[in-house]
């Protein structure tokens, strides 16, 4: 089945750059998202990127995707206090026959950053 | 405009008894889905619905069951509670597949004991 990997702990600087891995094992993920989870609060969508792109910035944050490693992250530039969160790693796969299209999720990564 | 809005935020139920989690998708969105997140864990995927119909599950029983409204609305409903069905249960919404991600709510925190 699939699996999705990430660090569980990442701690920077403010104003530092911080890159939260990810690994996943399905090799049919279409989309693949990275979440921010604040404490006791839902999840926000960050950003996506499709799994034909190899690269999408969205103003601080930069997602990187090797399809052929099966190995996504995400950089965020010059991190400030209002970073620190948990970071989740998710995939979509089409499910044939069904057209629907669950999330996986990784275990997530805490992010703390020190002013 | 609001998002997706769940109720109650928090309940306390007695193992046994049975509990309905409800969530109102965001205006325009017609696809919901449910997950729970267990304390230091990834959410997972219990099942969505679409068109008023489950159109795919996860990996849970059948005490979890579900159902959409005409409104777009869905409940959530878990029988037989189990001390291990504590968790945050999220409710996520979407247009058609979701490909461009889905919108969370704050989510229920379901304590069973």
């Not at chain 1, 990997?5 to 094992?25: A, K, P």
């Not at chain 1, 404490?39 to 960050?46: E, F, N």
């Not at chain 2, 008894?17 to 864990?41: E, N």
Request: proline share 3%; with cysteine.
């Amino acid at each position: 089945g699939e699996d999705v990997e990430q660090s569980l702990f990442l701690s920077v600087r403010e104003g530092d750059s911080s890159v939260i891995n990810c690994t996943y094992t399905d090799s049919s993920s279409t989309y693949l998202y990275w979440y921010k989870q604040e404490p006791g609060a839902g999840l926000q969508l960050l950003t996506y990127i499709f799994s034909n792109m190899d690269m999408k910035q969205d103003q601080r944050l930069t997602v990187l995707l090797n399809k052929k490693d099966k190995h996504l992250s995400l950089r965020i530039a010059d991190t400030q206090t209002g970073d620190s969160a948990i970071y989740f790693c998710a995939e979509s796969g089409t499910d044939s026959g069904a057209g629907s299209y669950q999330l996986t999720f990784g275990k997530g990564t805490k992010l703390s950053v020190i002013p | 405009d609001a998002g997706v809005t769940q109720s109650p935020t928090h309940l306390i139920k007695t193992r046994g008894q049975q509990v309905t989690l409800r969530c109102s998708p965001k205006s325009g969105h017609d696809t919901v889905s449910w997950y729970q997140q267990a304390l230091g864990q990834g959410p997972q995927f219990i099942f969505q619905y679409y068109e008023e119909e489950e159109r795919q599950r996860g990996n849970f029983p059948d005490r979890f069951s579900g159902h959409q409204f005409p409104n777009y609305s869905s409940e959530l409903n878990v029988n037989a509670l189990l001390l291990g069905d504590s968790a945050l249960y999220l409710c996520a919404s979407s247009t058609g597949t979701g490909f461009y991600g889905y919108t969370f709510g704050s989510g229920t925190r379901l304590t069973v004991v």
